[in-house]
């Protein structure tokens, strides 16, 4: 497009065509700048620039490359230098670099940079023109992606090995149990090894509990939330079996840990309108129940108590649930069945930990 056909077009004529790139400039929202290769600063920036690093006070003065680089990330500084040297070189007139630069809320956001020669005398560069467009949001995504494969790595092979393999021990156990050529004692040693396999397998489960797990970034939950001690149990669950078992591990790691089941949802909210220290005790909760569920017994919950300690014990893994809870402050974890003996015994020495280190 010329100049002629800018005035004769939708353009007023009295708008000039530089005045129309000049409006283009300052509207871009990409960071724009001119970079003095000799002097080492940047001798024009457009607002997007400005504004991203809170240099709006400064627009009208120069900024060297000593000012910029207190805003690089340290690992990305010799990147940049590096793609600055490479420019112009060998008829190398472009070239992209990835960093990352904190902004003007001390936040780093990561920035695609294109640099090319905006000018040279003979055979040395001038000025580099740098157009930067920030990619924080798609990083993120491509970060959160990498993660979600190695998760499901992770989760595959606990499933494919060490799951798989102990349930197919388990199985040929049992097909040899009824043998007439299997004796008593190699019956008992048979039994030992199934339960050495079940043990291994609960600990898988374990494992995946806590992969599938909301809090990965803090282990098992955010001890910061917690108070100064855990006296008391009490598992809401509609399954009396469940229960049971549950409150068996418990006793079987603590015996002394006074334990309370329900298995109806109003008659655990009677219990706690009753209890005069929710702070100092632990709730195990299932969500889905053939009545009031266990939604209705947080939404009940935090009408009386501000305490967080609820952990979401279900055999639901569908994310909308852990989400769910995720929003309930009173809600500490989500783990999926079954209660193992190691998440009990883990939680309660990471716990003890987290004191002590208060105390210290």
Known sequence: MNAQSLHTG???????????????????PDMVFLF??????????????????????LKDQEINCISLRTLIHPEDWRGIQAAVAK??????????????????????QYFQTRLSVFEKKGDEVVYILGIAQNITERKKIEMQTQLFKNRLQELSF???H????????????????????????????????????????????????????????????????????????????????????????????????????FIDIDDALDFIKTSQELKQTLIFLDINFPGRGGWDFLDEYITQSDASNVIVLSSSIDNRDREKARSYPSVIDYITKPLSFDFIKTFFEEFKSFQLEKQG
């Open 10 to 28: 939708w353009l007023p004529a009295e708008v000039s065509q530089a005045t129309l790139l000049e409006a283009i400039y300052n509207k871009l």
């Open 87 to 108: 420019v112009g070189l060998d008829g190398q007139t472009v070239m992209e670099v990835e960093c990352r630069c904190m902004d003007k809320m001390q936040q780093y």
């Open 158 to 160: 606990i499933t494919s």
């Open 162 to 261: 060490e799951m798989r393999h102990e349930y197919a021990k388990i199985q040929s156990i049992v097909n040899l149990m009824d043998n007439q050529f299997i004796s008593d004692t190699e019956r008992v040693d048979l039994i030992a090894e199934a339960k050495k396999s079940i043990q291994l397998i609960n600990s898988a489960i374990f494992k995946l509990n806590h992969k599938l797990s909301f809090n990965q970034h803090d282990e098992i939950f955010d001890m910061n939330k917690e108070n100064e001690s855990f006296r008391k149990i009490i598992f809401i669950d509609d399954d009396v079996l469940t229960n049971v078992l549950n409150r068996k591990i418990v006793q079987a790691l603590m015996p002394e840990m006074p334990v309370e089941v």
């Open 36 to 57: 003095d290769v000799s002097e080492r600063k940047f001798i024009m920036r457009n607002p997007a620039l400005n504004h991203m690093f809170g240099f709006e006070h």
